[in-house]
């Protein structure tokens, strides 16, 4: 049994305010040669950026593959116009018009993403709350660049990867809530993965640091370290830290994975366990994030298969 920890008490707040949030209705759908030009360019924009989630969302029925691919896309976009973004009020002003854009139940006719997202939306029942807390989540990064302590950072990671999960969760389906906290924590560490594979990335490239800075203090580390892209004991010591905390999530996060329906289930184990991969690289290659990306190759990816189905066949 595991201890709550304080962070995880206000995300499930968070995670079951918008569980009863709006839930759109389209009075007005699309015809169904729109829909599947959305559906295909979203299938695109999943392809080219991620093909972990790719595979993964070829391993579900049809319908749910295509849900995944906008889920995906409606993601990326929103990620897409912060991180792009010139200046941090045109990063808002641009977000701000998307969200009133992806708020709508009948999305503008050349906007094909919200077009099938909100197709998606309305097919799976997913409440429109977690959409609002994720775009919330990503606009943080218009504002904040440095995190002082984890649970700072697990709010965060909340917003732009743990409501990606409980969207996925209503997606695939579930049986009961109990699932949340799980979904929750699955989130936390698929983002801490994100983090810890491009601090040399995101230092290069945008000046953030996403790592808690008490941590960093309490192992002897500056941004002066992470500037100098050299790999020391106590960088090796701190990533250890991190990615023990990361890999302890990713086991606490398994016992949700029988609450989903099964036809969805190795779809999800299959994502959080290629990603839980990455962590394997970065020790491989002796915690060096600065000089590589730390990834899973496709044939890796493949030998890994057959275990992730067992495990998500005999989750009870």
């Known amino acids: 049994m595991t201890v709550q920890q304080s962070w995880e008490t206000q995300l499930l707040v968070w995670a079951r305010e918008a569980l009863t949030s709006t839930v759109y ?52 976009v929103t990620d897409d116009l912060v991180d792009n973004a010139e200046t941090r009020i045109i990063g808002e002003r641009q977000l701000q018009q998307w969200r009133e854009k992806a708020s709508l139940p009948h999305p503008p006719a050349d906007e094909s993403v919200l077009q099938a997202w909100a197709d998606t939306q309305e097919k799976f029942g997913i409440p429109h709350g977690y959409a609002e807390q994720l775009i919330d989540g990503i606009a943080r990064d218009l504002r904040v660049d440095r995190y002082q302590t984890f649970d700072e950072l697990a709010e965060y990671c909340y917003g732009v990867a743990s409501t990606v999960g409980l969207m996925v969760m209503h997606l695939v389906g579930f049986s009961d809530e109990a699932a949340l906290p799980y979904a929750i924590k699955l989130g936390v560490a698929l983002q801490l993965t994100n983090i810890l594979r491009d601090i040399g990335e995101d230092w290069a490239d945008r000046n953030r640091v996403y790592l808690p800075q008490d941590e960093l203090i309490r192992f002897n580390l500056s941004e002066k370290d992470i500037d100098a892209g050299i790999v020391t004991d106590d960088w090796r010591r701190f990533m250890q830290f991190q990615i023990v905390r990361t890999r302890q999530l990713y086991a606490e996060a398994y016992g949700g994975y029988k609450y989903l329906n099964r036809e969805g289930r190795f779809a999800i184990v299959a994502a959080a366990t290629l990603y839980k991969a990455i962590l394997d690289d970065i020790e491989n290659n002796d915690y060096d994030v600065f000089s590589r990306r730390a990834h899973t190759s496709f044939v890796g990816k493949l030998r890994r298969l057959p275990s992730i189905w067992w495990i998500s066949a005999t989750a009870r």
């Open 25 to 76: 209705q389209n009075e007005h759908p699309l015809n169904r040669e729109q829909l599947d030009s959305a559906y295909e360019h979203c299938a695109e924009i999943t392809k080219a950026n991620s093909r972990t989630f790719y595979m993964a969302a070829g391993l579900l029925p049809q319908e749910r593959k295509y849900a995944a691919h906008a889920l995906y896309a409606f993601c990326r």
